[in-house]
């Protein structure tokens, strides 16, 4: 046994045969885990043994500097008392969800005169119908869309029925409102559509071909070709719509399919989404540090933060697999939760077992394209970072690399952007802009020696001073200036002229893509494929396209730049007034004292420097 200390001893020690949960917290006292256990002196002391652990639970060990235990009488009290302190105190050690997911529902209020189709994140006893949830904003626009391409549903919010009737909008003159807004059609009438739409969001797509094609061939025996072409469009979307579902079973059956991938460090959950007996879609979420944990407590975590929400609780839960002994106080709270009937199931053969083993692909899947897209976003960014250092000869990796540019209109409304890359990523609060005040004309040379110079004087300053802002006091590893070796040296110019010792700085020259070292002769040439140059191009353009986006502010507000601006004593109120008053500049101009001291806002020395300014504009 290793000794953990007297006070923490004696704690372990008295660890009662009941369950419960129990909270670990670090030396500042901050929880850092919370779990469950069937016997509190059976799972909290095998933390404390001399035993192996994995490398999660190895590292929260070492942290762990006195724990609590709460007492609950049933194991279901101590699950829901977990969900409720992990949701409350957020360990770092626990399962998390980053987001909290509302799916969106599609509403139907049948209370309502002439029912529209509305979206909803929260589903309530009110007594509407509710579909869903779908996955995410695009699935719900795509069922919108495919619906009202067949049934002529109202989506404005007018109060019906009215009181007056109104022209009919141009929805009712392409076809798709029935305008009960002008009294076109009856609530019965409108009341049968709904019907229809009812058993299309409810899967029930037969019904809706089976009315359509009846429609159409009545339309084509009326000789009403036009309607009969319509209507066939519409059974081509609906027939669309039902492609882009699998098909897994003949039953009307509700399910969610949980499964779990690991890869020895992270670990990804995959939920896929079975609504009227077909695959609707599917997430999956990420565990960060869950890779060597055992798969079913990783999905009990899982699923006691996922179905907090009731609202994503189906009829079925099949799952990869779940502690042992777990499985029905899960199904009890999950029934508690929903405040219906649910049933959880682990199946290991048969068709349900073989959709789990789908999850389960599509799990696995998940994880290599993250992990392929995580080594990807790697070698672009912190390994650009080291290869760049290692080109440029530093003796370590550049963390903050900061990049500079200007921008100028033939050396009109001169800005400089400073851009910040963290660790091969922009940071976009890190930015900075400088309107240059000692230049004149387009001359980038000094334009970048007052940057710089303003920029080590600012954060100098900052450190002297102590100031809270400290804006500026966060220095580069390394400097790139936008342009060759010209520019570089007076851009280093201006941090010797303070007395502060350069950080590593290069030019990018734009023509070849070349960089230049300070005082060297020959450029260093990099493969335009590598994810080095690629860093490098990606800071000069960012600080190029945040140095244009301000100088184009600047220039738009100098088209636009009022001559009554020029008056002394003539502020926004007063403009504005004048104009009121006059209704032009030109009116302005012309107008007498009388007709200015009229003006509202205008006082005697106000009304005389107008005047003047009339005079002047007639020289």
Request: aromatic share 6%; with cysteine; glycine share 8%.
């Amino acid at each position: 046994m290793i000794r953990w200390g007297e006070k923490l001893e004696e704690k372990i020690a008295m660890l009662p045969d009941s369950p419960g949960c129990y909270l670990m917290k670090d030396r500042s006292g901050t929880i850092i885990y919370v779990g469950k256990a069937v016997n509190l002196k059976n799972r909290v002391r095998s933390y404390f043994r001399d035993t192996a652990h994995t490398p999660k639970v190895a590292a929260m060990i070492s942290h762990i500097d006195d724990f609590e235990i709460l007492l609950c009488e049933t194991n279901l009290e101590a699950l829901i008392l977990e969900c409720n302190l992990i949701k409350l105190h957020r360990p770092y050690y626990n399962i998390l969800l980053k987001d909290d997911k509302h799916y969106p529902y599609l509403k139907v209020d049948l209370r309502e005169h002439f029912p529209r189709l509305t979206v909803t994140r929260k589903m309530e006893k009110d007594g509407a119908k509710y579909f869903g949830p779908y996955i995410g904003a695009n699935a719900v626009r795509q069922v919108i869309e495919a619906v009202r391409g067949v049934f002529p549903i109202r989506t404005c919010r007018q109060e019906l029925p009215p009181r007056n009737p109104k022209r009919p909008c141009v929805n009712h003159d392409i076809g798709k409102c029935m305008a009960p807004c002008a009294g076109l059609c009856t609530e019965e009438v409108y009341s049968e559509m709904m019907d229809g739409v009812l058993s299309f969001l409810g899967g029930d797509y037969q019904r809706v071909l089976d009315k359509l094609n009846r429609e159409m061939r009545e339309a084509a025996a009326a000789m009403r070709y036009e309607r009969a072409a319509k209507i066939r469009d519409q059974i081509r979307d609906v027939q669309g719509l039902m492609e882009r579902q699998i098909a897994l079973r003949t039953d009307r059956s509700e399910q969610d399919l949980i499964a779990l991938a690991q890869d020895g460090l992270d670990a990804m959950v995959q939920v896929l989404y079975v609504r009227g007996g077909r695959m609707v879609g599917g997430d999956h979420f990420i565990l960060p540090r869950e890779g060597a944990e055992d798969p079913g407590e990783v999905i009990a975590g899982f699923m006691s933060q996922y179905y907090d929400n009731a609202g994503l609780i189906p009829r079925n839960v099949l799952c990869q697999t779940l502690p042992e002994g777990s499985r029905e106080q899960m199904e009890t709270w999950l029934r508690q939760r929903k405040g219906s009937a649910v049933s959880l199931s682990t199946p290991k053969r048969g068709e349900k077992h073989e959709l789990v083993m789908l999850a389960v692909k599509n799990a696995d899947d998940a994880l290599k394209k993250r992990n392929a897209r995580r080594t990807v976003h790697e070698e672009r960014t912190i390994g650009a970072c080291e290869s760049l250092g290692r080109i440029l000869g530093m003796d370590h990796t550049p963390r903050r690399i900061e990049g500079y540019d200007i921008s100028n209109t033939q050396g009109a409304q001169s800005v400089s952007s400073m851009v910040v890359f963290i660790n091969g990523e922009p940071a976009k609060k890190e930015y900075r802009r400088f309107r240059i005040k000692t230049v004149e004309g387009a001359n980038d040379f000094a334009s970048h020696y007052e940057t710089l110079y303003r920029r080590y004087a600012h954060g100098q300053r900052e450190l002297e001073e102590g100031s809270e802002e400290r804006k500026f006091t966060d220095f580069p590893d390394l400097i790139l200036i936008d342009g060759g070796p010209q520019q570089l040296k007076f851009a280093r110019q201006a941090i010797l002229d303070l007395g502060i010792t350069p950080p590593k700085m290069f030019g990018l020259a734009e023509r070849l893509e070349e960089i230049w070292l300070p005082d060297a002769e020959e450029p260093i040439l990099l493969d335009h494929h590598t994810p080095v140059l690629q860093l490098v191009q990606r800071i000069r353009d960012e600080a190029h396209r945040f140095g244009i986006i301000h100088h184009r502010v600047l220039r738009g507000k100098a088209f636009i730049h009022s001559q009554l601006e020029d008056i002394p004593g003539i502020g926004p109120a007063r403009r504005k007034a004048l104009l009121k008053a006059f209704g032009s500049l030109k009116a302005v101009r012309e107008a007498d004292r009388e007709a200015l001291e009229k003006t509202p806002g205008m006082n005697r020395p106000a009304v005389e420097a107008v005047l003047a300014w009339q005079e002047q504009t007639k020289r």
